[in-house]
Protein backbone atom coordinates (compact mmCIF):
# COMPACT_ATOMS: atom_id res chain seq x y z
CA UNK A 1 0.00 0.00 0.00
CA UNK A 2 1.74 3.26 -1.43
CA UNK A 3 2.04 5.73 1.64
CA UNK A 4 1.75 8.43 -1.10
CA UNK A 5 -1.25 10.35 -1.47
CA UNK A 6 0.62 13.98 -2.56
CA UNK A 7 2.85 14.91 -4.80
CA UNK A 8 5.27 15.56 -1.70
CA UNK A 9 7.22 13.28 -0.20
CA UNK A 10 8.96 13.50 3.26
CA UNK A 11 12.12 14.27 2.02
CA UNK A 12 10.59 17.13 0.30
CA UNK A 13 9.16 18.10 3.45
CA UNK A 14 12.33 17.95 5.14
CA UNK A 15 14.16 20.12 2.54
CA UNK A 16 11.67 22.81 3.56
CA UNK A 17 12.25 22.94 7.11
CA UNK A 18 15.47 24.14 8.98
CA UNK A 19 15.53 21.52 11.87
CA UNK A 20 13.08 18.06 12.48
CA UNK A 21 13.51 18.79 16.38
CA UNK A 22 12.07 21.53 15.93
CA UNK A 23 9.41 20.75 13.82
CA UNK A 24 8.33 17.96 16.13
CA UNK A 25 8.51 20.02 19.16
CA UNK A 26 6.01 22.46 17.33
CA UNK A 27 3.46 19.59 16.56
CA UNK A 28 0.50 19.57 19.12
CA UNK A 29 -0.06 16.44 21.23
CA UNK A 30 -2.98 14.36 20.79
CA UNK A 31 -4.64 12.06 22.65
CA UNK A 32 -4.13 8.38 21.75
CA UNK A 33 -7.28 6.63 23.08
CA UNK A 34 -10.06 9.13 24.08
CA UNK A 35 -12.32 7.83 20.97
CA UNK A 36 -15.45 6.68 22.88
CA UNK A 37 -17.60 9.95 21.77
CA UNK A 38 -17.51 8.64 18.06
CA UNK A 39 -18.83 5.19 19.40
CA UNK A 40 -22.19 3.91 20.17
CA UNK A 41 -23.05 3.91 23.73
CA UNK A 42 -20.79 1.33 25.57
CA UNK A 43 -18.37 1.10 23.06
CA UNK A 44 -14.74 2.78 22.40
CA UNK A 45 -12.19 3.57 25.08
CA UNK A 46 -13.22 6.79 27.78
CA UNK A 47 -10.56 8.29 29.82
CA UNK A 48 -11.91 6.79 33.04
CA UNK A 49 -14.16 3.73 33.57
CA UNK A 50 -14.00 4.11 37.66
CA UNK A 51 -10.54 6.57 38.25
CA UNK A 52 -7.04 5.93 37.18
CA UNK A 53 -6.21 4.91 40.40
CA UNK A 54 -8.75 2.27 40.75
CA UNK A 55 -7.95 1.45 37.30
CA UNK A 56 -4.27 0.99 38.14
CA UNK A 57 -5.07 -0.81 41.68
CA UNK A 58 -7.10 -3.68 39.31
CA UNK A 59 -4.63 -4.73 37.66
CA UNK A 60 -2.39 -5.82 40.61
CA UNK A 61 -4.99 -7.35 42.53
CA UNK A 62 -7.94 -7.70 40.50
CA UNK A 63 -8.56 -7.80 37.27
CA UNK A 64 -8.06 -5.45 34.75
CA UNK A 65 -9.02 -5.48 30.99
CA UNK A 66 -7.28 -3.08 28.51
CA UNK A 67 -9.37 -2.72 25.45
CA UNK A 68 -6.53 -2.71 22.68
CA UNK A 69 -9.12 -2.93 19.81
CA UNK A 70 -8.76 0.41 18.18
CA UNK A 71 -5.88 2.21 19.31
CA UNK A 72 -3.30 -0.14 16.90
CA UNK A 73 -2.43 -0.82 13.49
CA UNK A 74 -2.29 -4.68 12.37
CA UNK A 75 -1.29 -5.23 9.00
CA UNK A 76 -1.11 -8.71 7.39
CA UNK A 77 1.97 -10.31 5.32
CA UNK A 78 1.21 -12.88 3.37
CA UNK A 79 2.98 -14.82 0.59
CA UNK A 80 4.94 -17.97 0.53
CA UNK A 81 7.84 -15.18 1.50
CA UNK A 82 6.54 -14.29 4.25
CA UNK A 83 8.78 -15.81 7.26
CA UNK A 84 12.03 -15.07 5.22
CA UNK A 85 10.42 -11.32 4.83
CA UNK A 86 9.49 -10.52 8.60
CA UNK A 87 12.92 -12.28 9.46
CA UNK A 88 14.66 -10.23 7.64
CA UNK A 89 13.27 -7.27 9.28
CA UNK A 90 14.15 -8.40 12.89
CA UNK A 91 16.80 -8.33 15.19
CA UNK A 92 15.64 -11.41 16.87
CA UNK A 93 15.67 -15.01 16.02
CA UNK A 94 12.18 -16.89 14.02
CA UNK A 95 13.89 -20.39 14.54
CA UNK A 96 11.07 -21.98 15.97
CA UNK A 97 7.75 -19.93 15.35
CA UNK A 98 4.90 -22.17 15.34
CA UNK A 99 0.99 -21.01 13.83
CA UNK A 100 -0.75 -19.74 16.86
CA UNK A 101 2.71 -18.01 18.53
CA UNK A 102 3.75 -14.41 18.19
CA UNK A 103 7.23 -12.96 18.26
CA UNK A 104 8.23 -9.59 19.10
CA UNK A 105 9.56 -8.03 16.04
CA UNK A 106 12.34 -5.79 16.43
CA UNK A 107 13.21 -3.43 13.38
CA UNK A 108 16.11 -1.41 12.74
CA UNK A 109 17.71 0.77 10.37
CA UNK A 110 20.58 0.31 8.32
CA UNK A 111 23.01 2.45 10.71
CA UNK A 112 21.63 0.24 13.83
CA UNK A 113 19.07 2.70 15.26
CA UNK A 114 15.68 1.52 16.03
CA UNK A 115 12.91 1.82 13.90
CA UNK A 116 10.15 0.12 16.50
CA UNK A 117 8.87 -2.82 17.31
CA UNK A 118 5.67 -4.34 17.26
CA UNK A 119 4.17 -7.74 17.82
CA UNK A 120 4.39 -10.23 14.91
CA UNK A 121 1.42 -13.22 14.90
CA UNK A 122 1.71 -16.14 12.76
CA UNK A 123 -2.23 -16.58 11.66
CA UNK A 124 -1.29 -19.90 9.43
CA UNK A 125 1.27 -21.24 7.23
CA UNK A 126 1.75 -17.70 5.21
CA UNK A 127 0.39 -15.59 6.76
CA UNK A 128 1.53 -13.28 9.34
CA UNK A 129 -0.18 -10.15 11.14
CA UNK A 130 2.15 -7.00 12.74
CA UNK A 131 0.06 -5.73 15.24
CA UNK A 132 1.50 -2.09 16.73
CA UNK A 133 2.38 1.29 16.43
CA UNK A 134 2.72 2.58 12.85
CA UNK A 135 6.01 3.54 12.63
CA UNK A 136 6.46 -0.25 12.37
CA UNK A 137 3.61 -1.44 10.09
CA UNK A 138 4.38 1.51 7.70
CA UNK A 139 8.07 0.06 7.74
CA UNK A 140 6.69 -3.11 6.97
CA UNK A 141 4.81 -1.75 3.89
CA UNK A 142 7.88 -0.12 2.65
CA UNK A 143 10.22 -2.98 2.65
CA UNK A 144 7.41 -5.78 1.22
CA UNK A 145 7.05 -3.26 -1.71
CA UNK A 146 10.98 -1.87 -2.37
CA UNK A 147 12.46 -5.57 -1.40
CA UNK A 148 12.79 -8.92 -3.56
CA UNK A 149 10.70 -11.04 -1.72
CA UNK A 150 6.98 -13.02 -2.66
CA UNK A 151 4.62 -11.24 0.01
CA UNK A 152 1.69 -8.71 -0.02
CA UNK A 153 0.89 -6.68 2.60
CA UNK A 154 -2.92 -5.89 3.95
CA UNK A 155 -3.28 -2.85 6.62
CA UNK A 156 -6.35 -2.89 9.37
CA UNK A 157 -5.58 1.11 10.51
CA UNK A 158 -6.03 2.26 14.17
CA UNK A 159 -9.66 3.36 14.43
CA UNK A 160 -8.79 7.38 13.91
CA UNK A 161 -7.49 6.26 10.37
CA UNK A 162 -9.80 3.42 9.95
CA UNK A 163 -12.86 4.52 7.00
CA UNK A 164 -14.66 1.45 7.45
CA UNK A 165 -14.90 2.17 11.25
CA UNK A 166 -14.97 -1.73 12.10
CA UNK A 167 -11.58 -3.94 12.55
CA UNK A 168 -11.14 -7.34 11.92
CA UNK A 169 -10.37 -8.14 15.46
CA UNK A 170 -11.28 -7.11 18.98
CA UNK A 171 -8.44 -7.44 21.14
CA UNK A 172 -8.75 -7.03 25.04
CA UNK A 173 -6.14 -7.72 27.36
CA UNK A 174 -7.39 -10.01 30.45
CA UNK A 175 -5.03 -9.72 33.33
CA UNK A 176 -4.70 -9.61 37.07
CA UNK A 177 -4.26 -11.92 40.06
CA UNK A 178 -7.99 -13.45 39.85
CA UNK A 179 -7.67 -13.52 35.86
CA UNK A 180 -7.13 -16.91 35.45
CA UNK A 181 -10.19 -17.52 37.92
CA UNK A 182 -13.01 -15.29 35.06
CA UNK A 183 -11.19 -16.81 31.97
CA UNK A 184 -11.56 -20.83 33.30
CA UNK A 185 -15.52 -19.33 34.37
CA UNK A 186 -15.52 -18.43 31.15
CA UNK A 187 -14.23 -21.75 29.33
CA UNK A 188 -16.54 -23.85 31.40
CA UNK A 189 -13.22 -25.42 32.80
CA UNK A 190 -9.49 -25.60 32.93
CA UNK A 191 -7.93 -23.53 30.41
CA UNK A 192 -5.27 -25.27 28.21
CA UNK A 193 -1.29 -25.03 29.33
CA UNK A 194 -0.68 -21.70 27.02
CA UNK A 195 3.23 -20.54 27.24
CA UNK A 196 4.40 -17.34 27.00
CA UNK A 197 3.96 -16.02 23.16
CA UNK A 198 2.06 -18.54 22.63
CA UNK A 199 -1.73 -19.38 21.99
CA UNK A 200 -4.97 -21.78 21.65
CA UNK A 201 -8.27 -21.55 21.34
CA UNK A 202 -10.81 -20.88 24.24
CA UNK A 203 -14.37 -20.36 25.17
CA UNK A 204 -15.49 -16.60 26.49
CA UNK A 205 -19.29 -18.12 27.23
CA UNK A 206 -21.12 -18.74 23.58
CA UNK A 207 -18.22 -17.68 21.74
CA UNK A 208 -15.01 -18.77 20.72
CA UNK A 209 -11.78 -16.96 21.27
CA UNK A 210 -8.09 -16.75 21.07
CA UNK A 211 -5.72 -16.18 23.93
CA UNK A 212 -2.22 -15.76 23.63
CA UNK A 213 -0.12 -15.56 27.21
CA UNK A 214 0.84 -12.03 27.22
CA UNK A 215 0.45 -8.96 29.35
CA UNK A 216 0.78 -5.44 29.78
CA UNK A 217 1.16 -4.67 33.28
CA UNK A 218 3.81 -7.63 33.83
CA UNK A 219 0.64 -9.75 35.51
CA UNK A 220 -0.69 -13.10 34.46
CA UNK A 221 -3.70 -13.10 32.12
CA UNK A 222 -4.48 -13.96 28.35
CA UNK A 223 -4.54 -11.45 25.26
CA UNK A 224 -8.11 -12.63 24.16
CA UNK A 225 -8.83 -11.83 20.55
CA UNK A 226 -11.77 -12.63 18.09
CA UNK A 227 -14.07 -11.51 14.81
CA UNK A 228 -15.27 -8.20 15.15
CA UNK A 229 -18.77 -8.74 14.90
CA UNK A 230 -18.49 -10.45 18.82
CA UNK A 231 -16.78 -7.33 19.81
CA UNK A 232 -19.93 -6.02 21.80
CA UNK A 233 -20.82 -9.37 23.39
CA UNK A 234 -17.34 -10.32 24.35
CA UNK A 235 -16.87 -6.90 26.04
CA UNK A 236 -20.31 -7.04 27.89
CA UNK A 237 -20.00 -10.70 29.02
CA UNK A 238 -16.15 -10.03 30.59
CA UNK A 239 -18.14 -7.15 32.54
CA UNK A 240 -20.63 -8.91 33.64
CA UNK A 241 -19.17 -12.44 34.72
CA UNK A 242 -15.98 -10.24 35.85
CA UNK A 243 -17.82 -7.94 38.36
CA UNK A 244 -17.85 -10.14 41.40
CA UNK A 245 -14.40 -10.27 40.78
CA UNK A 246 -13.68 -6.73 41.06
CA UNK A 247 -13.10 -6.49 37.21
CA UNK A 248 -12.02 -2.94 35.64
CA UNK A 249 -12.38 -1.99 32.41
CA UNK A 250 -8.85 0.52 31.81
CA UNK A 251 -9.13 3.80 30.71
CA UNK A 252 -6.97 5.55 28.00
CA UNK A 253 -5.21 7.73 31.45
CA UNK A 254 -4.32 4.68 32.84
CA UNK A 255 -3.64 2.48 30.02
CA UNK A 256 -0.50 4.59 29.16
CA UNK A 257 1.15 3.60 32.45
CA UNK A 258 1.58 0.05 32.36
CA UNK A 259 4.50 0.71 30.60
CA UNK A 260 5.89 2.38 33.85
CA UNK A 261 5.62 -0.54 35.85
CA UNK A 262 6.20 -3.23 33.22
CA UNK A 263 9.31 -1.17 32.25
CA UNK A 264 8.69 -1.61 27.75
CA UNK A 265 9.87 1.66 26.09
CA UNK A 266 7.22 1.86 24.10
CA UNK A 267 7.17 4.73 21.67
CA UNK A 268 11.32 5.66 20.86
CA UNK A 269 12.13 7.96 18.12
CA UNK A 270 12.15 6.17 14.64
CA UNK A 271 15.08 6.27 13.00
CA UNK A 272 13.67 7.44 9.77
CA UNK A 273 14.67 11.13 9.91
CA UNK A 274 18.56 10.30 8.67
CA UNK A 275 20.82 8.03 7.45
CA UNK A 276 21.60 7.16 3.90
CA UNK A 277 20.16 3.54 4.03
CA UNK A 278 16.49 5.34 5.21
CA UNK A 279 16.82 7.50 1.99
CA UNK A 280 14.58 5.40 0.26
CA UNK A 281 12.24 5.05 2.89
CA UNK A 282 11.47 9.01 3.11
CA UNK A 283 11.14 9.26 -0.68
CA UNK A 284 8.22 6.59 -0.44
CA UNK A 285 6.64 8.49 2.69
CA UNK A 286 3.98 10.89 2.17
CA UNK A 287 4.51 14.35 3.91
CA UNK A 288 1.33 13.62 6.21
CA UNK A 289 2.94 10.12 7.18
CA UNK A 290 2.60 10.10 11.16
CA UNK A 291 6.62 10.17 11.56
CA UNK A 292 6.25 14.14 11.08
CA UNK A 293 3.25 14.22 13.43
CA UNK A 294 4.09 12.69 16.08
CA UNK A 295 4.75 15.38 18.66
CA UNK A 296 8.18 15.67 20.52
CA UNK A 297 8.66 17.51 23.78
CA UNK A 298 10.48 17.47 27.18
CA UNK A 299 13.88 18.82 28.66
CA UNK A 300 16.09 16.90 26.19
CA UNK A 301 16.64 19.36 23.28
CA UNK A 302 19.19 18.69 20.38
CA UNK A 303 19.11 20.28 17.00
CA UNK A 304 20.69 17.06 15.96
CA UNK A 305 17.09 14.52 15.83
CA UNK A 306 20.35 11.60 16.09
CA UNK A 307 20.75 12.25 19.80
CA UNK A 308 17.08 11.18 19.94
CA UNK A 309 17.52 7.37 18.42
CA UNK A 310 18.14 4.40 20.96
CA UNK A 311 19.93 1.41 19.51
CA UNK A 312 18.37 -2.30 20.59
CA UNK A 313 21.02 -2.42 23.18
CA UNK A 314 20.23 1.06 24.60
CA UNK A 315 16.82 -0.58 25.84
CA UNK A 316 17.80 -3.71 27.20
CA UNK A 317 17.47 -5.61 23.89
CA UNK A 318 20.78 -7.17 23.35
CA UNK A 319 19.94 -10.74 24.72
CA UNK A 320 17.35 -11.26 21.70
CA UNK A 321 19.69 -10.23 19.04
CA UNK A 322 20.74 -12.74 17.11
CA UNK A 323 23.27 -13.36 14.61
CA UNK A 324 22.24 -16.30 13.10
CA UNK A 325 20.56 -14.66 10.48
CA UNK A 326 20.57 -12.08 7.73
CA UNK A 327 18.63 -8.98 9.04
CA UNK A 328 19.01 -4.98 8.24
CA UNK A 329 20.70 -3.40 10.27
CA UNK A 330 23.13 -6.60 11.09
CA UNK A 331 26.55 -4.97 9.85
CA UNK A 332 26.07 -1.78 11.81
CA UNK A 333 25.00 -3.77 15.24
CA UNK A 334 27.83 -6.03 14.74
CA UNK A 335 30.01 -3.01 14.25
CA UNK A 336 29.14 -2.11 17.88
CA UNK A 337 30.40 -4.79 19.66
CA UNK A 338 28.25 -6.66 22.64
CA UNK A 339 29.88 -4.00 25.06
CA UNK A 340 26.40 -2.34 26.61
CA UNK A 341 27.19 1.51 26.67
CA UNK A 342 23.50 2.45 28.32
CA UNK A 343 21.33 1.01 30.41
CA UNK A 344 17.43 0.96 30.41
CA UNK A 345 16.35 1.36 34.62
CA UNK A 346 13.32 2.84 36.37
CA UNK A 347 14.21 6.22 38.03
CA UNK A 348 12.47 6.72 41.14
CA UNK A 349 11.63 10.57 41.89
CA UNK A 350 12.41 12.12 44.91
CA UNK A 351 9.22 12.80 46.77
CA UNK A 352 9.83 16.02 48.44
CA UNK A 353 10.97 17.78 45.11
CA UNK A 354 7.48 16.18 43.30
CA UNK A 355 5.72 17.76 46.23
CA UNK A 356 7.97 20.70 45.47
CA UNK A 357 6.60 21.47 42.19
CA UNK A 358 3.12 20.97 42.88
CA UNK A 359 2.97 23.43 45.79
CA UNK A 360 4.75 25.96 43.49
CA UNK A 361 0.81 25.97 41.90
CA UNK A 362 -0.60 27.06 45.38
CA UNK A 363 2.03 29.62 45.63
CA UNK A 364 1.97 33.32 44.32
CA UNK A 365 6.04 33.50 44.37
CA UNK A 366 6.30 36.48 41.47
CA UNK A 367 8.27 34.23 39.31
CA UNK A 368 7.61 31.92 36.80
CA UNK A 369 6.69 28.76 38.27
CA UNK A 370 8.03 25.13 37.12
CA UNK A 371 5.49 23.15 34.55
CA UNK A 372 2.93 21.11 37.09
CA UNK A 373 3.48 17.61 37.02
CA UNK A 374 0.21 15.79 35.61
CA UNK A 375 -0.92 12.94 37.37
CA UNK A 376 -0.66 9.75 36.54
CA UNK A 377 1.19 10.33 33.19
CA UNK A 378 2.85 14.11 33.44
CA UNK A 379 4.36 13.50 29.54
CA UNK A 380 3.68 16.79 27.39
CA UNK A 381 4.53 14.97 24.23
CA UNK A 382 3.81 11.38 22.41
CA UNK A 383 7.50 11.77 22.52
CA UNK A 384 8.75 12.99 25.75
CA UNK A 385 12.21 12.65 26.71
CA UNK A 386 14.15 14.68 29.61
CA UNK A 387 17.65 15.02 30.58
CA UNK A 388 19.19 12.61 32.80
CA UNK A 389 22.56 13.89 34.52
CA UNK A 390 24.92 13.17 37.29
CA UNK A 391 25.05 15.15 39.99
CA UNK A 392 27.59 17.33 38.35
CA UNK A 393 24.99 18.15 35.80
CA UNK A 394 26.99 16.18 33.17
CA UNK A 395 24.70 14.65 30.73
CA UNK A 396 24.29 10.70 31.66
CA UNK A 397 21.46 9.82 29.70
CA UNK A 398 17.89 10.57 28.78
CA UNK A 399 14.09 9.52 30.45
CA UNK A 400 10.33 8.87 28.81
CA UNK A 401 7.34 8.36 30.24
CA UNK A 402 7.06 10.03 33.34
CA UNK A 403 4.11 9.00 35.36
CA UNK A 404 2.74 7.97 38.31
CA UNK A 405 1.12 4.61 39.67
CA UNK A 406 -0.83 3.98 43.28
CA UNK A 407 0.84 0.26 42.99
CA UNK A 408 4.29 2.14 43.59
CA UNK A 409 3.22 4.91 45.15
CA UNK A 410 5.57 6.59 43.31
CA UNK A 411 6.26 9.20 40.65
CA UNK A 412 9.07 7.37 38.02
CA UNK A 413 10.12 7.14 34.48
CA UNK A 414 11.68 5.00 32.63
CA UNK A 415 15.48 5.60 31.57
CA UNK A 416 18.45 4.77 29.22
CA UNK A 417 21.43 5.62 31.29
CA UNK A 418 25.26 5.38 31.01
CA UNK A 419 26.18 1.62 32.56
CA UNK A 420 28.26 3.41 35.55
CA UNK A 421 25.32 5.16 36.55
CA UNK A 422 22.60 1.82 36.15
CA UNK A 423 23.23 0.09 39.15
CA UNK A 424 19.89 0.47 41.76
CA UNK A 425 20.21 3.18 44.30
CA UNK A 426 22.48 5.55 42.12
CA UNK A 427 21.33 9.06 43.07
CA UNK A 428 21.05 11.18 39.23
CA UNK A 429 19.36 14.05 38.78
CA UNK A 430 16.01 14.02 36.55
CA UNK A 431 16.15 17.87 34.20
CA UNK A 432 12.11 19.02 34.54
CA UNK A 433 10.40 20.91 31.61
CA UNK A 434 10.96 21.74 28.22
CA UNK A 435 14.47 23.85 27.13
CA UNK A 436 13.62 27.01 26.67
CA UNK A 437 10.53 27.18 29.37
CA UNK A 438 7.48 26.70 26.90
CA UNK A 439 8.59 28.85 24.08
CA UNK A 440 9.72 25.63 21.49
CA UNK A 441 6.06 23.86 21.79
CA UNK A 442 4.34 27.19 19.94
CA UNK A 443 1.62 27.75 22.56
CA UNK A 444 0.97 23.72 23.39
CA UNK A 445 2.59 24.31 26.88
CA UNK A 446 2.37 27.35 29.80
CA UNK A 447 5.99 29.28 30.28
CA UNK A 448 7.52 27.74 32.85
CA UNK A 449 10.90 27.21 33.92
CA UNK A 450 13.19 24.09 34.48
CA UNK A 451 13.69 22.25 37.94
CA UNK A 452 16.11 19.52 38.50
CA UNK A 453 14.50 16.77 40.25
CA UNK A 454 16.50 14.22 42.28
CA UNK A 455 16.05 10.56 40.87
CA UNK A 456 17.19 6.83 42.02
CA UNK A 457 18.06 4.63 39.80
CA UNK A 458 15.60 1.20 40.26
CA UNK A 459 15.52 -1.91 38.16
CA UNK A 460 12.99 -2.10 35.26
CA UNK A 461 10.79 -3.36 35.43
CA UNK A 462 10.19 -2.22 38.78
CA UNK A 463 7.01 -3.89 39.46
CA UNK A 464 8.40 -6.96 41.79
CA UNK A 465 5.25 -8.51 40.84
CA UNK A 466 6.50 -7.78 37.12
CA UNK A 467 9.52 -9.45 37.89
CA UNK A 468 8.40 -12.62 39.63
CA UNK A 469 5.80 -13.08 37.17
CA UNK A 470 8.71 -12.88 34.43
CA UNK A 471 11.18 -14.74 36.19
CA UNK A 472 8.60 -17.86 36.67
CA UNK A 473 7.52 -17.87 32.54
CA UNK A 474 11.48 -17.17 31.66
CA UNK A 475 11.45 -13.67 30.43
CA UNK A 476 14.37 -11.51 31.04
CA UNK A 477 14.22 -7.75 31.69
CA UNK A 478 13.83 -5.37 28.76
CA UNK A 479 11.98 -7.60 25.89
CA UNK A 480 8.26 -8.61 25.27
CA UNK A 481 9.37 -12.09 24.44
CA UNK A 482 11.40 -14.74 25.99
CA UNK A 483 15.47 -15.00 25.21
Known sequence: MAQKDTGQSLSDLLETIPNVTDHLFRNAPKAAMTIYSQMMPGDGVRP????????????????????????????HVRGPDALAFTQYLSVNSFKTFEIGAAKQLVCCSPEGYLIGDAILYRMGEDDYMVVGNPATTEWVEYNAEVLDFDVTTESDPMWTLNKAKRREFYRFQVEGPKAW????????????????????????GDYTARGMRHSMGGMPGL??????DDYRA???????????????????????????ESGWWAVPVSAVYTG?????????????????????GGSLYSENIEDYYLTPYDVNYGHIIKFDHDFIGRDALEAMGTEQKRRKVTLVWNAEDVMGVQQSMLEDTGEVNPLPITMPLAAIARMHY????????????LATYPGYTTNERAMMSIASVDVAFAEPGTEVVLVWGEDGGGSRSAGNIEPH??????????????????????????IKRGSLEEA
Do not use: C
Request: charged fraction near 25%; glycine fraction near 8%.
Open 276 to 296: QGTKGYRDWMSAKNASMRMSL
Open 223 to 228: EISGPW
Open 386 to 397: DRVEDTEGNLIG
Open 449 to 474: RQVRIRATVAPSPISKAAQSYRSDIG
Open 234 to 260: VKKLLMTAGEKYGLRMVGSIAYFTTVI
Open 48 to 75: EFTTWRDEQWAWRNTIAVHDQSYHMNST
Open 181 to 204: ELLEELNGGPLPEIKFFKSAEIKL
